[in-house]
């Protein structure tokens, strides 16, 4: 047996006939008893008279209509997913290896650019080594500013003592070309300081540590004047400074001077002990270089004697200073002192016009 499905709509026609009246809807003669005919004929109904036995089976149930809870969600549209959606194991797998992609791509390009400075920076060193690297030149000698500094300065740097035959080494000393030379009439080299002055400048030199004095005595080329010329050897330059400024008072308050160096009477040196003399000074690294200077007939010298002048600018900046300490500060060599002084130092004699030597 076949059922249908009845609704409020099979009472209403969807078509009116012609001659109807359309504002009055269901106007007309009453249906007729029974069923209404259905829009979708039905040949196999039994007539309206005819009385329908119930099947013994229950008719089929309707479909239950899904409730809210129940509905499926709407398919997503495009790539947009829902942070509480569910994700594939397969896009979880995708996704991982993006980010394993990613990372190994990043570290290589790290990697490349510590390649890349390690190799500049090698590069840089390489290039500015040969300019950082000095060059050694065997013959090529120091300046005269890096010798002081390295030998001058102090007796731990200039460890060698100062000899006669370094400082004076023939009988004839000459200092410039086309010029008379000087004659050496005596040498000296001593440990005692103590013999080339007398007094508190003595005491002086004592006290800031000199431990040697080498020194000659000379006549000038014109044979008019005697002179007296040496190094003190000091500690360092500082102890060379201090004896440097402390002399000038000295010599002032009279209360000490440097001795000359007399070379026998037949000489007719020992005006170096008792005439008036003219005396300069002059410190280099830890050397005290000085010199004094008489007439040979023992008479005063005026002062501001030019030729006075220049014997001690000759004796203390040309030979002592830029020749004999020079010559040491580039690595000169010298013979070993001698084991006993070579002459007798000079006796003390009277009064003295003492000085400085121009430019100190």
């Known amino acids: 047996m076949v059922y249908r499905y009845e609704s409020d709509e099979d009472a209403f026609e969807e078509y009116p006939e012609p001659g109807s009246d359309l504002s009055v809807l269901g106007a007309g003669p009453p249906p007729p008893a029974g069923p209404s005919p259905s829009r979708f004929p039905t040949p196999s109904l039994p007539r309206a008279n005819q009385l329908s036995l119930p099947s013994s089976s229950p008719p089929p149930l309707p479909p239950p209509r899904p409730t809210r809870a129940e509905t499926p969600p709407a398919a997503p549209r495009g790539h947009v997913y829902s942070s509480a959606s569910p994700i594939e194991p397969s896009a979880r797998r995708g996704r991982g290896r ?51 500094r390295l030998t001058l300065d102090s007796r731990d740097t200039d460890q060698a003592p100062l000899t006669a035959k370094e400082l004076f080494p023939g009988k004839e000393l000459k200092l410039n070309d086309g010029q008379p030379s000087y004659q050496v009439l005596k040498t000296q080299s001593s440990a005692s300081c103590a013999v080339a002055a007398t007094g508190e400048v003595a005491d002086l030199l004592v006290r800031l540590g000199c431990n040697q004095i080498v ?46 160096l007399t070379a026998g009477e037949s000489d007719g040196t020992d005006v170096l002990a008792s005439a008036p003399a003219r005396v300069g000074w002059q410190v280099r690294g830890h050397y005290l270089a000085y010199a004094l200077v008489v007439q040979k007939d023992g008479t005063a010298i005026k002062a501001g004697d030019a030729k006075v002048g220049e014997i001690l600018f000759d004796m203390i900046e040309l030979h002592l200073s830029r020749g004999v300490l020079q010559q040491r500060a580039d690595g000169g060599s010298a013979a070993q002192p001698t084991a006993a002084p070579t002459g007798s130092s000079g006796t003390q004699g009277g009064s003295t016009d003492d000085g400085e030597l121009p430019g100190n």
Not at 106 to 134: E, H, I, K, M, S
Not at 226 to 243: Q, W, Y
């Open 98 to 148: 993006l980010w394993q992609v990613l990372i190994g791509g990043a570290a290589v390009l790290v990697l490349l650019a510590l390649c890349g400075l390690g190799a500049a920076a090698l590069l840089d060193n390489r290039d500015q080594q040969p300019q950082a690297t000095p060059t050694f030149q065997p013959n090529a000698a120091p300046t005269s500013a890096a010798a002081q």
């Open 215 to 260: 020194r000659a005595t000379l006549r000038t080329p014109d044979g008019d004047h005697l002179v007296t010329a040496g190094l003190f050897n000091l500690t360092d330059k500082v102890s060379a400074e201090r004896a440097r400024d402390r002399i000038r008072p000295l010599l002032d308050e009279r209360q000490g001077r440097f001795r000359g």
